[in-house]
């Protein structure tokens, strides 16, 4: 269990990344206003699957290590948890919405769409899980 601890803490770094080059992509395309192309999905579609994938690993150790009994600290327990299927929600309500979508709007749905799910991530991450 250790492992997926620490692969977990390892890909938030992943998400973070490709949620910060989507978001950036897709608001400088709009300010640019830029027609969408079908290779402008890319990097929110990894975006997203990245925080699947993170959320994934989340439930595992939260199932795997039965977070659930009171054992650690309430935030922990039962909000970290919610707020991050919250923002991963948000992920995906935000590439649903945007195909209906066309030209700088698409843009600008993703760009802003993904900004918001990144701040709620940013949110509700553990303040000692913050590099010091």
């Known amino acids: 269990m250790e492992t997926l601890v620490t692969l977990?803490?390892?890909w938030r770094w992943v998400v973070l990344v490709t949620f910060v080059v989507a978001i950036v992509t897709s608001l400088?395309?709009?300010r640019k206003g830029a027609e969408w192309r079908a290779e402008d999905r890319r990097w929110p579609l990894w975006a997203t699957i990245a925080l699947?994938?993170?959320?994934?690993l989340g439930i595992?150790?939260?199932v795997?290590?039965?977070r659930w009994t009171g054992d650690h600290p309430f935030f922990t327990t039962y909000l970290h948890p919610v707020i991050m299927l919250a923002a991963?929600?948000?992920a995906h309500m935000t590439l649903s919405r945007s195909r209906?979508?066309?030209g700088p709007a698409r843009h600008r749905a993703v760009g802003f769409g993904l900004l918001a799910a990144l701040v709620i991530v940013?949110?509700?991450i553990p303040t000692y899980a913050w590099p010091t």
């Open 122 to 124: 940013v949110l509700g």
């Open 8 to 10: 977990h803490d390892v």
């Open 100 to 102: 209906t979508l066309r």
């Open 52 to 56: 699947d994938i993170q959320v994934f």
């Open 28 to 30: 400088n395309k709009w």
């Open 88 to 90: 991963l929600t948000l």
């Open 60 to 62: 595992v150790i939260w």
């Open 64 to 66: 795997g290590q039965a």
